[in-house]
């Protein structure tokens, strides 16, 4: 039996006799063969060393660290590993070192190993921190191996005080992991770490992905595309990724971007090599996921514009009313001072209709935190499903239809975009040109693999000139035409109008000199 085969048999045993609501509690989801080989394949093997130092933060019952020895066996020249793993769940203690164990018995390598159950994050506050008191040397190590804790922590939890330049609000410890994985690598070293996708945009993870892509570099991103098939075994809903970093400052030319459909066969991926800069992008480190070439086309057409919704004066920003902390206030059908509460079921065909028939789409309340003038906006659901041929899916929605009302209130399940001062119908249409169209959909997808749209994604997004917006507005107005296909045509000929008057200007000024 293989190394990691006598691994993944432990660890079936022990999902069987554990109930899942207690490996919850310390976010414990166990990684499946297939994906700890993939993991272990992207390490590069050394050259000239005969000594490797190994971390794994998290182990869990040690299947990564397994599947990485069981692929450095076949190095040349390689004759020692020294492994590290922290794990602070008592009960697994005794599973991880009975396959560290069976891994110093059988292995062609000669393996040592050290179970530290201390807390990963806080054990190493003072050195990452650089306080007195800190361990003068402490260990470096060549390999950072990972599937780290998916858990939430309060902002003022011990793990977030310890990591303060990181932290924005509450943490979710994987994030935490892989800026102290990113941290304990020597230079030049690797980091294998398998999490979710969410940290890929938005303010939330913002002071992230500065230092850590300040620190390190990029180098491979593993996307899948049903978010139920990486943990099969554990019935998780996540969107996950895999990612390969190096400790080191020389920014390679591309980024390896691969896709597959499960966690089951990764023979049958996809490979797409895209440029460092167009992956990893701007003050804010967003990281793009892009897939093909069609998607590095998209992001290059969109980004000639400099605009975003804030810079012209508009903004995205999420329906005001929670309904479910706020039923006293709810009404089924209108009745005085009641307003219209406008939810994602009334975005249809590219409108906003109202009524429908649905419970609470009504709201009597003084609190001037719930109401929004009775103004034009563009609706935006903020949820769809990830199967859905789209994740942009916006209504126009107009005062004048709703001439009895001075104030409206929008469910927190939806967004819309207003100004400081009332949209002409022209600049709502126009917006719904830009975020029905093809290129906008797109290009959001690329920015963040989750199905909820953010308000802070969709307000760093290239727009164009407001009275650009303007005219692809009257332009819709005049053909009728609210399809996706019809809003891309107009968007289509804009661009090329914009991209000839442009080559017009270039050849102008060449000319004149």
């Known amino acids: 039996m293989s190394l990691l085969d006598f691994a993944i048999q432990t660890t079936k045993k022990y999902i069987e006799e554990m109930p899942k609501s207690q490996r919850k509690k310390y976010g414990q989801f166990f990684t499946s063969k297939e994906t700890a080989v993939f993991m272990a394949e ?122 303060p330049d990181i932290c924005y609000g509450a943490p979710n410890l994987y994030f935490l992991f892989a800026a102290m994985g990113m941290f304990d690598l020597c230079p030049n070293g690797e980091l294998v770490y398998i999490i979710p996708r969410s940290w890929t945009s938005g303010a939330y993870f913002k002071k992230f992905r500065q230092k850590f892509l300040k620190d390190g570099v990029l180098e491979h991103i593993h996307l899948f595309v049903s978010r139920d098939k990486v943990f099969e075994n554990e019935s998780v809903l996540q969107e996950t990724m895999i990612i390969k970093a190096r400790k080191a400052m020389t920014i390679p030319e591309n980024v390896v971007i691969t896709t597959t459909q499960s966690n089951k066969d990764f023979s049958n991926k996809t490979t797409f090599e895209a440029e460092y800069n167009t992956v990893v992008s701007g003050e ?6 892009v897939t093909n070439e069609q998607e590095v086309e998209t992001l290059e057409l969109l980004n000639r514009w400099s605009n975003t919704l804030p810079s012209i004066g508009l903004k995205m920003k999420t329906g005001l009313t929670v309904d479910f902390r706020n039923r006293e206030a709810l009404r089924d059908v209108s009745e005085n001072h009641a307003v219209p509460l406008f939810y994602s079921q009334h975005i249809q065909d590219g409108k906003v209709v109202f009524p429908i028939g649905k419970e609470h789409e009504y709201i009597v309340t003084n609190q001037a935190s719930l109401l929004q003038p009775n103004a034009n906006y563009l609706f935006v659901k903020r949820f769809t499903a990830k199967e859905e041929h789209r994740r942009l899916q916006c209504g126009v929605y107009l005062a004048k239809k709703y001439p009895d009302y001075s104030k409206i209130s929008t469910q927190n399940k939806i967004n819309f975009i207003g100004g400081l001062k009332e949209l002409s119908e022209c600049i709502v249409y126009g917006l719904y040109v830009l975020f029905n169209s093809t290129f906008y959909d797109c290009y959001y997808r690329v920015l963040n693999g989750s199905t909820q749209v953010n308000s802070t994604e969709i307000n760093s997004m290239p727009v164009p000139p407001l009275e650009s917006i303007e005219q692809m507005g009257k332009a819709l107005i005049k053909s009728r035409d609210m399809t996706e296909a019809g809003c ?11 991209n000839r008057g442009s080559k017009r200007d270039t050849e102008r000024i060449a000319s004149a000199s």
């Open 42 to 163: 992207l390490f590069e093997a050394p050259v000239n060393k005969d000594q490797l130092h190994i971390l794994d933060a998290g182990a869990g019952s040690g299947i990564l660290s397994v599947a990485l020895i069981e692929k450095l066996q076949s190095t040349p020249q390689l004759r020692h590993i020294h492994l590290v793993c922290y794990e602070n769940d008592p009960q697994i203690i005794e599973l991880l070192q009975a396959n560290l164990q069976w891994v110093c018995q059988h292995s062609t390598l000669r393996v040592d190993y050290e179970i530290r159950e201390d807390n990963y994050i806080l054990s190493q506050m003072l050195e990452y921190n650089g306080m007195i008191g800190a361990e003068p040397n402490p260990l470096k190590y060549d390999m950072v191996i990972g599937n780290p804790p998916y858990m939430k922590i309060a902002k003022d939890a011990l793990e977030a005080k310890a990591m």
């Open 284 to 289: 804010d480190k967003y990281v793009y996921l």
């Open 488 to 498: 891309d045509q107009i968007l289509r000929s804009f661009i090329y109008e914009q």
